[in-house]
C-alpha cells in the first residue's frame, strides 16, 4: 500500500526530538506556576506533562509497528500504536478530571497569579507546540501519530488561551480568568481527543474500519466475473492504516487452476479500492453450512 507521510525514521527523529523539548517545558511551566501562584500554568504543565508521555508511547509504537512479523506476532505491531493512542486518551482523561476539580477549588479560593511569568512561558509554548505539530501534520492517517499531532495541536491552542488569560487578568485585574482559562483547556481536550478514542476503541474491538462499508464491499466482490454470491464476511482493522477481510465466495465447480482469476480479480479490487492488503478468501461451489448464521443482509 502507497502510503502519504513520514518515513520510520523521520518519525523516530520528530517524536524523540518532541519528547525531550516538552519535558523541558514541562519543567519550566510547573516551576513558573508554584512560584506565580497560577493554577492556569500549572495545568498547563500537566497538559504537556500528559503530553510527554504520549509522545514517549507514540515513538515506542513508531518503533514496534517497524518490526516484521513473527511466528507468535503473524501480523505484526500494528495494533502497538492503537494501544499507545488508547493509553494517551486515558491520560489526558485523568488530567482532565484533575484540571477541573482544581478550577472549581481555585473558584472558591482565588489567588492573583503573576502575570509576567504567564506571558514569557505561554510565549515559549506557543514556538515549541506550532513547531512539533507542523513536523508530525505530514502524517495523520496514522491514529498513533494523529494523537500526538492533536496532542500538541491542543497544546498550542491551549497556551495561546493562557497568554490571552494573562493579558485579560493584567487589564481588568480579576483572578478568576485563571481557573476559568484552565476549564477552557479541560474542554479542549476532551473535544481533541474524542475522535482519537472513537477510532482506537473501534480497532481494538476489531469493528469495521469506519471508512469502508461491510456491505458495500460484499456488493462489490459479488458483481465481479465468476462470483454467485458472497457470505460470512469480516471486515477489521489491524491499525490505523492495516486492514484485513475474510469471506466465503461461492463459485462454480471449476478446477483450481481455473478458478486463480477469479481470485485476482477480488484481491485487486480489495487492494485498490478499499486498501485492504490481507485477505483470507475461501472458495466453496455448493451451500456453506454456516451461511444461515453469517450472511450479510
Not at 464491499?217 to 460470512?232: E, M, N, Q
Not at 485492504?276 to 444461515?292: G, K, P, R, Y
Amino acid at each position: 500500500m502507497h502510503k502519504h507521510g513520514l518515513s520510520p525514521e523521520r518519525e523516530d527523529r520528530i517524536l524523540r526530538w518532541a519528547a525531550g523539548a516538552t519535558l523541558a517545558y514541562v519543567v519550566l511551566a510547573f516551576s513558573a506556576g508554584l512560584i506565580g501562584h497560577s493554577l492556569a500554568l500549572i495545568s498547563e504543565a500537566g497538559h504537556n506533562l500528559a503530553d510527554f508521555l504520549a509522545i514517549a508511547m507514540s515513538w515506542l509504537a513508531v518503533f514496534l509497528q517497524a518490526k516484521p512479523p513473527t511466528t507468535s506476532k503473524t501480523f505484526g505491531y500494528h495494533r502497538a500504536g492503537v494501544l499507545a493512542a488508547f493509553l494517551n486518551v486515558l491520560l489526558l482523561a485523568a488530567l482532565t478530571l484533575g484540571i477541573v476539580i482544581s478550577a472549581i477549588e481555585r473558584f472558591g479560593h482565588p489567588e492573583t497569579p503573576a502575570t509576567a511569568a504567564m506571558l514569557v512561558v505561554g510565549g515559549i509554548g506557543v514556538l515549541m507546540n506550532v513547531g512539533i505539530a507542523l513536523a508530525l501534520h505530514h502524517d495523520r492517517s496514522d491514529v498513533n501519530i494523529r494523537a500526538a499531532f492533536l496532542h500538541m495541536v491542543g497544546d498550542a491552542v491551549s497556551t495561546a488561551l493562557l497568554i490571552l488569560a494573562a493579558l485579560a487578568i493584567q487589564w481588568t485585574g480579576r483572578s478568576w480568568f485563571d481557573p476559568l482559562l484552565s476549564l477552557v483547556i479541560a474542554g479542549f481536550i476532551v473535544w481533541s481527543s474524542w475522535d482519537v478514542w472513537r477510532e482506537t476503541v473501534n480497532i481494538l474491538l476489531e469493528g469495521t474500519p469506519r471508512h469502508i462499508a461491510a456491505e458495500q464491499v460484499s456488493d462489490a466482490i459479488s458483481r465481479l466475473p465468476g462470483i454467485y454470491s458472497v457470505h460470512d464476511l469480516h471486515l477489521w482493522s489491524l491499525g490505523s492504516n492495516a486492514h484485513a477481510l475474510s469471506c466465503h465466495i461461492a463459485i462454480a465447480d471449476l478446477p483450481l487452476s481455473e478458478s486463480r482469476p477469479i481470485l485476482e480479480s477480488v484481491q485487486r479490487l480489495l487492494a485498490e479500492r478499499y486498501q485492504i492488503h490481507h485477505a483470507t478468501i475461501q472458495f466453496e461451489n455448493e451451500l456453506c453450512v454456516t451461511c444461515d448464521g453469517c450472511h450479510i443482509r
